[in-house]
């Protein structure tokens, strides 16, 4: 299938089906005359891409980890790579880390917000952007 059907079978722009192949997500034939040629394993492929991603994985580690699923009943499920299993806990520490960063941060924007809200008393609600 050319990249057209591609994007219809996944709902993936174009742009971001070379994206991935840029980084050495998606391996599609080339023909003679240039054109990409994707099977169905890419579909499956993206599928598994824009789960990992949903996951919050960044693509280096999608790379690594995407020979290492594959699809059972429809679903995407890790094959038992030696490294599957400590890459995703790495990422799930990661992920986790910077939660907690966030929460600390808006901790502390919470903080001096309501510091400045105090000091100044009854602050108007935020005027309404103008219109185009």
Do not use: F, K
């Not at 742009?15 to 003679?32: F, V």
């Not at 994707?38 to 996951?55: C, E, F, Q």
């Amino acid at each position: 299938m050319r990249i057209g059907e591609l994007v219809g079978a996944t709902g993936v722009s174009r742009r971001l089906l070379r994206y991935y192949e840029d980084q050495g997500l998606l391996h599609p034939a080339r023909l003679a005359n240039g054109y990409r040629e994707y099977t169905d394993a890419d579909v499956t492929a993206v599928r598994h891409i824009r789960a990992l991603l949903t996951a919050g994985l960044p693509t280096t580690t999608i790379a690594q980890l995407l020979p290492c699923v594959h699809d059972e009943e429809g679903r995407m499920v890790p094959s038992s790579c030696p490294t599957t299993i400590a890459r995703l806990r790495q990422e799930q520490s990661r992920i986790t880390g910077a939660i907690t960063r966030l929460r600390t941060a808006q901790q502390a924007l919470d903080s001096i917000l309501a510091t400045a809200l105090h000091r100044l008393g009854p602050v108007p609600a935020d005027p309404a952007p103008p219109r185009a």
